[in-house]
T-cell receptor, first 111, second 109 residues
Framework: AAGVIQSPRHLIKEKRETATLKCYPI?????VYWYQQGPGQDPQFLIS???????DKGSIPDRFSAQQFSDYHSELNMSSLELGDSALYFC??????????FGSGTRLTVV | GIQVEQSPPDLILQEGANSTLRCNFS?????LQWFHQNPWGQLINLFY???GTKQNGRLSATTVATERYSLLYISSSQTTDSGVYFC???????????FGKGTHLIIQP
């Protein structure tokens, strides 16, 4: 079965650089969610999109932005990276009813 | 926001043992899921269980929505069961899942 695809799997950036993470949801899933998981922490909700429109915001910094495109893939853009942004970033998708399916995550390291 | 408490926070067991993990939540939910995060960081969906009981091999889960708790049972533990088990819930109208702090399970050979 098709899963949620995230790229890249690993990313190393320097402080103050920018990063773009990509997410391809399960086909026919119209809702995408982004989560951030710091070391030893539980995942925290950042932002979600339904039918290419932002539907909810969690604890997403102003330096981050995201969008969903016409093919339903989503990109998380992160600017002015800080050491504290080092984390696992997950994307999840969901059909109108049912459970969330998470991608394998992108491990971002800021040095 | 909704509070999710998981217990125990840490659990060390020998291979072959059984275990019960608990998740309490503070408000009515329309989505409850159990996830296993393996040592490589992958979040594997175990159960979508806003109510009732489900079984999948050596794992089973029960959610009693009226009493706001869920239980995850692991029988005949294997070393590959090691990792962090998260309970995550969503209220009606709220968009994102709220995760508990997790139970860190170590299965020793």
């Amino acid at each position: 079965a098709a899963g949620v695809i995230q790229s890249p799997r690993h990313l190393i950036k320097e402080k103050r650089e920018t990063a773009t993470l990509k997410c391809y949801p399960i086909p026919r899933h119209d809702t995408v969610y982004w989560y951030q998981q710091g070391p030893g922490q539980d995942p925290q909700f950042l932002i979600s999109f339904y039918e290419k429109m932002q539907s909810d915001k969690g604890s997403i910094p102003d330096r981050f932005s995201a969008q969903q495109f016409s093919d339903y893939h989503s990109e998380l853009n992160m600017s002015s990276l800080e050491l504290g942004d080092s984390a696992l970033y997950f994307c999840a998708s969901i059909a109108r009813a049912g459970g969330y399916t998470f991608g394998s995550g992108t491990r971002l390291t800021v040095v | 926001g909704i509070q999710v408490e998981q217990s125990p926070p840490d659990l060390i067991l020998q291979e072959g043992a059984n275990s019960t993990l608990r998740c309490n939540f503070s408000d009515s939910v329309n989505n409850l899921q159990w996830f296993h995060q393996n040592p490589w960081g992958q979040l594997i969906n175990l159960f979508y269980i806003p109510s009732g009981t489900k079984q999948n091999g050596r794992l089973s889960a029960t959610t009693v929505a009226t009493e706001r708790y869920s239980l995850l049972y692991i029988s005949s533990s294997q070393t590959t069961d090691s990792g962090v088990y998260f309970c995550a819930v969503k209220r009606g109208g709220a968009d994102g899942l709220t995760f508990g702090k997790g139970t860190h399970l170590i299965i020793q050979p």
